[in-house]
């Protein structure tokens, strides 16, 4: 498995926030960015509510809740990251942006996934 130690976490939701929790707790940093207001909060609390169950169950490992930041594009939480868990709908207005301009930052993913035939 490759190892990657900066993230990001684009779209932080509950699916978004989940993430940006485990891979703090695994010792990564963490670039965080989403279309809400309330963004910075609401992660910041649940990592802060999931954390006591990351460590009870072992998941932490020399990670912090402080190595995550907040970025104002999907643009600027990309740059410098070797790993990007991206949870916006497709289609959606802040997905368009970023996968306009990322082209040149981030190598395409192959899915194992295959369709269902029609």
């Not at 976490?9 to 707790?25: E, N, P, Y």
């Not at 916006?88 to 035939?117: A, E």
Request: glycine share 8%.
């Amino acid at each position: 498995m490759t190892e990657f130690k900066n993230t990001a976490v684009l779209g932080a939701g509950v699916i978004g926030a989940s993430w940006t929790a485990l891979f703090l707790a695994s010792g990564r940093d963490v670039a965080v960015h989403d279309i809400s207001p309330n963004t910075e909060k609401s992660v910041r609390d649940y990592v802060d509510r999931a954390w006591p169950t990351l460590e009870q169950i072992g998941l932490v490992k020399g990670g912090s809740p402080d190595r995550v930041r907040f970025c104002r594009s999907a643009v600027e939480a990309v740059e410098g990251t070797t790993f990007v868990q991206k949870m916006f709908r497709k289609g959606s207005p802040s997905s368009m942006p970023f996968t306009v301009k990322s082209k040149n930052i981030l190598r395409p993913m192959q899915s194992s996934r295959r369709r269902p035939r029609a």
